[in-house]
């Protein structure tokens, strides 16, 4: 079965600091996606970032980034300069290549101190 | 553009009533996907619709739960006999296409008393 781990159930980091966030996965597929996934108390799910199991090359948008190592099954976020809007759940997330469901993991309370 | 819009945004109901839960996915998605979100089990996926087709149906909980989606937009999922364990947030996401990115939706905050 594809499952999705997420090891830290809470993280704290000082604005302005960088925190990465873990998660492995368990697959037997060679083509896939990954995504990891904001949800802030307003419950609404923001897509942060996709990476293609494919493309070597860990995807970026700003000011997140993610450390993708396809042979150890793992997927960790970094967030750079967090922010006080930075605060939510992120949950990791697989998709088989093909597949129509998200495989979710239980995901990590951020908190961000002033 | 608009984004995914769910109804009603909470839902309080006796055990044993039925509910309708609602999503209005982004213009032009013709996937659509239903998942939800309680304390013990985390996001699970229940059920998607590609068009007005769900060729799936699988994930859902029990024989309770059905969905529909007509015109190829609008979904309803709805609960008979709703039970205490119903509770949770059901989340419904769109996507252009079957594999591509999943948009989600604000979520309907379902609490059986």
């Known amino acids: 079965a594809q499952t999705v781990t997420q090891s830290q159930p809470e993280m704290s980091v000082q604005e302005a600091e960088t925190v990465t966030l873990s998660c492995t996965y368990d697959?037997?597929?060679?083509?896939?996606?990954l995504f990891w996934y904001k949800q802030p108390p307003s419950r609404q799910m923001i897509l942060v970032i996709r990476q293609e199991a494919y493309k070597q090359q860990n995807a970026t948008e700003n000011r997140f980034s993610v450390n993708f190592q396809k042979a150890a099954k793992s997927f960790s976020l970094k967030i750079s300069d967090s922010q006080l809007g930075d605060a939510a759940m992120y949950f990791c997330?697989?998709?088989?290549?093909?597949?129509?469901?998200?495989?979710f993991g239980k995901g990590t309370k951020l908190t961000v101190n002033p | 553009g608009a984004g995914v819009s769910q109804s009603p945004s909470n839902k309080v109901t006796e055990k044993g009533k039925d509910v309708e839960l609602r999503c209005d996915p982004i213009s032009g998605h013709t996937a659509l996907y239903w998942y939800r979100q309680s304390l013990g089990q985390g996001l699970e996926f229940l059920i998607y619709?590609?068009?007005?087709?769900?060729?799936?149906k699988s994930g859902l909980p029990s024989d309770r739960f059905s969905a529909e989606r007509t015109g190829g937009s609008v979904s309803t999922l709805t609960i008979q006999r709703t039970q205490q364990e119903d509770s949770a947030v059901y989340l419904c996401?769109?996507?252009?296409?079957?594999?591509?990115?999943?948009?989600f939706g604000p979520g309907t905050r379902l609490t059986v008393l």
């Open positions: 697959t037997s597929e060679s083509d896939y996606y």
């Open positions: 619709f590609q068009g007005n087709s769900a060729p799936d």
């Open positions: 996401a769109s996507s252009l296409g079957l594999t591509d990115t999943q948009y």
């Open positions: 997330a697989y998709s088989p290549a093909g597949s129509e469901k998200l495989v």
